[in-house]
Nanobody, 115 residues
C-alpha cells in the first residue's frame, strides 16, 4: 500500500512557474511507473507526464519543453516543474503510481493559471 500526498499548487499568472511535489508514504521501487495527471471539470483525467521504470519520461504534447518531471528515490518523492504556464494548464493535478498493475493516487492539488 502506498499513500501519496501532493503539494505546491496554487494561483499563478500566465508565464509563471510552479513546482509540484508528491511524497510517498512507502518506498518507491525502481519498477514503479510514476505519473502526473490533471483534470478539469467536465473532462476526463489526462496524462501529463509519465516516468517509466526504465527511466524514460513521456510528456503530453502541449507541455513539452515547459514541464519537467523527476523522481528522487532516496526521498520517496516525485516532482513536476512547470514553467511558462498557460491558462489551459489549469486543473487539479494528481500524482500516480502504477505498481505491478495496481494504481495509487494522491488527493490532488489545484493549479490555476489566470491573470
Amino acid at each position: 500500500q502506498v499513500q501519496l500526498v501532493e503539494s505546491g499548487g496554487g494561483l499563478v499568472q500566465p508565464g509563471g512557474s510552479l513546482r509540484l511535489s508528491c511524497a510517498a508514504s512507502g518506498t518507491i521501487f525502481g519498477s514503479d511507473v510514476m505519473a502526473w495527471y490533471r483534470q478539469v471539470p467536465g473532462k476526463q483525467r489526462e496524462l501529463v507526464t509519465r516516468i517509466t521504470n526504465g527511466g524514460i519520461t513521456n510528456y503530453l504534447e502541449s507541455v513539452k519543453g515547459r514541464f519537467t518531471s523527476s523522481r528522487d528515490a532516496a526521498k520517496n518523492t516525485i516532482s513536476l516543474q512547470m514553467n511558462n504556464l498557460k491558462p489551459e494548464d489549469t486543473g487539479v493535478y494528481y500524482c500516480n503510481i502504477n505498481r505491478m498493475g495496481n494504481q495509487y493516487w494522491g488527493q490532488g492539488t489545484q493549479v490555476t493559471v489566470s491573470s
